[in-house]
């Protein structure tokens, strides 16, 4: 079967459509042939805990390239509703704070890896930084507190589809067991950086305006709940700032003060 109409461009991969009802995740040519069958057993794992994802069908090899076929769930995403209704925004912010949170109390699925693992090894790899800092990053994410949550690693308004029964969240590759602070950070830096040059891949047409309206209300929303102290931003946001440089992201700048700005955070 071939791949159909394209629906979704994406860093690392593209989507399409794979018959009537499904779709086709096709990595792109610089994406490692195995991250197609780490993101489905992933992607499995969490679907038969019992979350809002769309379930695995297979994974195929498409033009050379492991592809994953998943059902297709017919809506938009969270982000297309809030370019057309962007009186909605706050609400639906809203309710993808409800979802994060969903996600972070459902327990541990089975095979999901260790989100300290996953940083010492993203920092560790990181080439913007000095072999001293990459030594100094290991020692700070050894001292972060862990967690043991389920974390999305990459929930946005584009990995949200609005579904006929309800909200779908997609994109599990990023996912792991941890604090679920660092999930929340990693939210706010998806909302609120990358927008150098006026654009942003994830969430495609953004404006700068629209993104900070979005930022603001995600952020209010979880100060509601949970406490998001001034010294456990500082605590986590350098090496979750160079875990982003390190997976090949624009945005390198921005992230970068981020990390300069650590002494404040031990000061």
């Known amino acids: ?18 018959g009537t009802d499904a779709v086709v995740k096709v990595p792109g040519p610089e994406t490692p042939g195995h991250w197609a069958q780490i993101e489905a057993d992933i ?21 050379g390239r492991e592809c994953i076929v998943f059902d297709r769930i ?18 639906l912010a809203t309710e993808m704070v409800g979802l ?38 290991a020692h700070l994410v050894a001292g972060l507190p862990r967690g043991a949550a389920l974390l999305h690693g990459d929930l946005h308004p584009g990995n949200v589809l609005l579904g006929p029964d309800g909200p779908v969240v997609i994109d599990w590759f990023d996912a792991a067991i941890g604090h679920p602070v660092a999930d929340v950070i990693r939210s706010s830096f998806l909302l609120r950086l990358g927008f150098e040059g006026g654009t942003q ?37 350098p090496v979750l700032a160079l875990a982003r440089i390190s997976e090949g992201h624009e945005e390198t700048a921005p992230l970068l003060e981020l990390w300069n700005r650590r002494e404040m955070a031990s000061a």
């Open 100 to 137: 994060q949170r969903m996600i972070h109390a459902a327990g541990i699925p089975e095979g999901v890896p260790d989100l300290t693992s996953r940083l010492q090894s993203k920092t560790s790899a990181c080439s913007a930084i000095t072999e001293g800092e990459r030594d100094e990053a």
């Open 74 to 91: 017919q809506g938009p995403t969270m982000w297309q509703r809030m370019l057309e209704q962007p009186t909605e925004v706050e609400a």
């Open 201 to 237: 891949q994830s969430l495609p047409d953004a404006t700068r305006s629209l993104l900070d309206q979005t930022h603001t209300a995600y952020v209010h929303t979880w100060r509601t709940s949970i406490e998001l102290e001034t010294n456990a931003l500082k605590q986590w946001e």
């Open 43 to 63: 992607s499995t794992a969490v679907h038969r805990h019992g979350l809002p994802t769309p379930a695995v069908r297979d994974v195929m090899t498409i033009d």
């Open 1 to 18: 079967m071939k791949v159909g109409e394209l629906l979704a461009v994406g860093r690392t991969a593209d989507v399409h459509a794979f």
